[in-house]
């Protein structure tokens, strides 16, 4: 029997409580990165990996060199070519990619069975650096599935050696950690991930210590501007060799109901395991007046336990609204990631969903095997 | 599903490949492939635009298309959906509209949700896709013109599901009672007076006049779903007893759907409700068993039959008067010889400090790991771990009488 199911602890405070729980234990995380974990495992900064100092996308030619000798469970060098792929063509020219498909199958407690190969996503990033250090154009298109599609398209300007970044054009905006699943609650709910980009001009600083951004968008998510909407997102982290926190703010004015979102985040090793968390509240006004809350939450551990492999395993939270009782969702996920060479990986997980009884598609069962190479 | 563990190292050493298919094929073991049908969204899908949104929308998309964030500014919750959805173009592709009425085909809802979209992943992305039978539901909503609201019904409002079930045994009070129905409700019409909830009265029978109403925290039917009534009774003190729930379809008042149409109420036992005319309650039942987290429940299912034989009083101050010494024989002498009183053999203890169950001697009695005596009850089987978790719940609380 749960204590819970009779002392109706509000759902705020209980995750309120459990993400300071985390916090007092250790201490938080990345702001950006497609695997901010490895962000907190080595006490970097996204922008040490990634093109984006927001991370996420093209990885440099460090990002490229640690995935090879840190990540990869072995290097393989052709004999002819002895220097590998770092994705730098030359000096001005940088080209990389990602692809991730699959085999997924999932169980819809008491409805559906269902089970598919498919390409979920194939993306190119071109890296153009007109003036090295200072001016790069930066694309990244995903080609699969389907037609062509634009997910960022910017010009990036790194005054006084990147402290200082200013980006304009199509990206995805800086509010939490920059975890690669979309369908983290935390990513999902606050529609700010790897499938909602987002048109306008993003002002960053970067210190040893300090990575903050601030970004002026449309507010449409990649449907170009609209009449009474606009977006403004807010992220700052500060970083530690073991540990790193950070916040978030985003706003979205829209005439068929704002968004408020507030997000804190945190990353920390313990031992060999390296955590990530995060909590996001989202609130949706209605114009006829009223809003609803929504919370989010994400804990994470990363254990790789050995060169090449990650286990990885989560439990996330959601209340989906605050007007609604008893539609509380829970997430568990269970990860292993392989990779036998560079720029190759073998991903296969379990996960749980638990959701409310009445809709089966939050109560379900889902198990992939997934290939990810990226270059 | 089982998902097996070794620890044989060697093998993770030497065989990462051989590992890791091995754990694909545990991880899938007992999966297969099909297409089954109905939808994951719940209830039942009509081709009727507050059906789709009700069972499909809301449920399976308003987990991204929703607030000012939405993908694409596609909002789908029900405030929304309709007036993004049809006849406008489409932003992935601007030639094509998201809701063509007439011509599903050239609809890019469809196209989305049968995963043939030139641009994109299928919807609902990162879930499981839609049957392709409840699809073609949609697709016959669209080819009818794909209107917001349908011709008007003109047959009564049924009941389609109950939470919980007709006729069931639960262990515990559920605190609401959640009715489904065939279409939208008139939220006007659902109130205390159309959804009544009683329970016996203890003696297992209804309509002898000793029924004990049940006075609900409210009764709504939520905007996020209005084929919904709801009866709070988060408040009510559980007893086990056998509950009784009536949904009026006759009467001074009645509930009524959105075009007027009166409860088709009559159960027998199938969903839905209903013989086809307008009119007739639903009524049905269902039994709450077991010890409830209330002192009386506990007096009645524990204290007394097991306890109080031994625990029977007067009460004493002197720990060699035990166990008579402690009074355990009415719901009174209970509260008082328990709640806020210090336990004699361990004095570091209340018997039963309110809201603490932890720190409750009483627990500690009854689950063996008390500093001093013998496992409650004494000479007897201890008290099964349900049992013991309702009265940490009663002490959880606050320890009440």
């Known amino acids: 029997m749960s204590l819970l199911r009779f002392k109706e602890i509000p759902t705020r405070i209980a995750a309120s409580v459990s993400l300071l729980l985390t916090f007092a234990f250790a201490i938080v995380g990345s702001p950006a990165s497609a695997e901010p974990y490895l962000a907190v495992e080595t006490g970097l900064k996204c922008v040490s990996c990634h093109v984006n100092p927001s991370g996420g996308g093209k990885r440099n030619v460090f990002g490229m060199t640690y995935a090879r000798t840190q990540i990869a469970a072995r290097t393989i060098l052709t004999d002819d070519d002895p220097s590998p792929w770092d994705s730098e063509i030359n000096r001005w020219l940088g080209l990389g990619g990602d692809y991730r498909g699959g085999f997924q199958s999932t169980d819809v407690t008491g409805l559906m069975d269902t089970s598919d190969w498919s390409t979920q996503k194939a993306t190119i990033q071109l890296e153009i650096k007109a003036l090295p250090g200072l001016l790069t154009f930066y694309g990244d298109e995903q080609l699969a599935p389907g037609n062509s599609l634009t997910r960022e398209s910017y010009i990036l300007v790194t005054p006084a050696d990147g402290k200082y970044t200013i980006k304009a054009g199509q990206f995805f905006l800086p509010f939490g950690q920059r975890l690669q699943d979309d369908n983290t609650f935390v990513r999902q709910r606050s529609g700010v991930n790897f499938t909602t980009p987002d048109e306008g001009f993003e002002l960053g600083l970067e210190l040893p210590r300090w990575s903050a951004q601030a970004a002026f968008t449309d507010g449409t998510a990649g449907a170009g501007s609209a009449p009474g909407k606009d977006q403004t997102s807010l992220s700052a982290s500060y970083v530690r060799p073991r540990w790193r926190v950070g916040a978030s703010y985003n706003i979205s004015d829209d005439p068929l109901g704002d968004r408020t979102m507030q997000a804190v985040f945190a990353g920390w090793r313990t031992g060999p395991i390296s955590w990530l968390a995060e909590l996001d509240f989202i609130q949706d006004d209605f114009p006829s007046g009223g809003n609803n809350e929504i919370t989010a939450t994400l804990i994470e551990g990363n254990w790789r336990f050995r060169k090449g492999h990650n286990f990885k395993f989560g439990y996330e939270f959601l209340e989906p609204s605050d007007i609604v009782s008893e539609d509380e969702e829970e997430r568990y996920s269970l990860v292993w990631e392989y990779s036998p060479f560079q720029l190759f990986q073998v991903r296969s997980g379990y996960r749980v969903y638990n959701g409310v009884p009445l809709i089966p598609a939050t109560n379900r069962d889902e198990f992939f095997l997934e290939l990810h190479a990226y270059f | ?401």
């Open chain 2, 1 to 401: 599903m089982t998902v097996a563990t070794t620890s044989n190292k060697g093998m993770w050493r030497k065989s990462p490949v051989v590992m890791m298919t091995i754990f694909a094929v545990l991880a899938t073991a007992g999966c297969g492939s099909g297409n089954g049908p109905s939808i994951q969204g719940g209830g039942i899908l009509l081709p009727i635009f507050d059906s789709i949104q009700v069972n499909a929308l809301t449920p399976l998309c308003t987990n991204c298309h929703v607030g000012a964030t939405a993908p694409l500014g596609l909002r789908l919750d029900a405030a929304n959906s309709y007036a993004l959805l049809v006849g406008r173009a489409s932003t992935q592709q601007p030639g094509l509209l998201r809701v063509n009425p007439g011509n599903p085909n050239a609809s890019y809802l469809i196209q989305k949700l049968e995963g043939t979209a030139a641009t994109g992943g299928q919807m609902p992305l990162g879930a499981p896709a839609l049957a392709q039978a409840d699809i073609d539901i949609i697709r016959q909503w669209i080819t009818n013109g794909a209107l917001r609201t349908p011709a008007p019904a003109i047959d009564p409002v049924r009941v389609t599901s109950l939470d919980p079930l007709p006729n069931s045994a639960v262990p515990m009070l559920p605190m609401t009672i959640t009715a489904i129905f065939d279409r939208e409700l008139n939220a006007t019409t659902v109130d205390a007076t159309t959804f009544l909830v009683e329970r016996t009265g203890g003696d297992g029978t209804f309509g002898d006049g000793n029924e004990v109403s049940i006075i609900p925290v409210s009764v709504t039917v939520p905007n996020f779903n209005s084929q919904t009534a709801v009866f709070d009774m988060s408040t009510t003190s559980p007893v086990e007893d056998t509950y009784q729930i009536t949904l009026a379809g006759t009467g001074a008042t009645v509930m009524l759907d959105l075009g007027g149409n009166a409860l088709d109420g009559e159960f027998s036992g199938n969903f839905p409700s209903g013989d086809g005319t307008a009119g007739g309650n639903f009524v049905a039942e269902f039994s709450v068993v077991g010890v409830q987290p209330t002192l009386q429940s506990i007096q009645d299912n524990v204290f007394t039959p097991t306890c109080a034989g031994c625990h029977t009083g007067p009460t004493s101050n002197d720990v060699n008067d035990l166990p008579s010494g402690m009074d355990l024989t009415s719901l009174s002498m209970s509260f008082m010889s328990l709640v806020g009183v210090t336990s004699l053999q361990d004095g570091n203890f209340q018997r039963v400090e309110a809201d603490d169950p932890g720190a409750s001697y009483l627990i500690q009695k009854l689950e063996g790991t008390a500093t001093g005596g013998v496992q409650m009850p004494a000479g007897g089987p201890p008290l099964d771990q349900a049992t013991i978790d309702v009265i940490r719940q009663w002490i959880f609380d606050g320890a009440t009488m």
